[in-house]
């Protein structure tokens, strides 16, 4: 079992910065993908981004590339997002997961199902 714990969000106003963190415990050696997902009032949780546990490549939605940036501290088994220039669109619930799928693929990281764990969600609100 991975437990997961997000911190950070709050209420930001446009073109302002949040970082949020996820914190891991539990099975975390078992862990091979961690993702941030955000889901918005009436709209399906989407993929924002994801980190492999091992290596240092990232990917990132279309609608946040260039603004968000993921890092990953193994050592305290933490995941942050930083997010800079936020905009209203950005408003939603942020959710930390992870994945301990060894044979995920680039693409499948930004599948929902693709992930066993997750965190209960840190809320982001941006006002215009």
């Known amino acids: 079992q991975v437990q997961l714990v997000e911190s950070g969000g709050g209420l930001v106003q446009a073109g302002g910065s949040l970082r949020l963190s996820c914190a891991a415990t539990?099975?975390?050696?078992?862990?091979?993908?961690m993702g941030w997902f955000r889901q918005a009032p009436g709209k399906e949780r989407e993929f924002v981004g994801g980190?492999?546990?091992?290596?240092?490549?990232?990917m990132y939605a279309d609608s946040v590339k260039g603004r968000f940036t993921i890092s990953r501290d193994n050592a305290k088994n933490m995941v942050n997002l930083q997010m800079n220039s936020l905009k209203p669109e950005d408003t939603a619930l942020y959710y930390c997961?992870?994945?301990?799928?060894?044979?995920?693929?680039?693409?499948?990281?930004?599948?929902?199902?693709?992930?066993?764990?997750w965190g209960l969600g840190t809320q982001v609100t941006v006002s215009s």
């Open positions: 980190i492999p546990w091992h290596i240092g490549n990232t």
């Open positions: 997961a992870a994945s301990t799928d060894s044979g995920l693929s680039w693409s499948g990281l930004k599948s929902v199902s693709a992930y066993g764990y």
């Open positions: 539990g099975r975390t050696s078992s862990v091979h993908v």
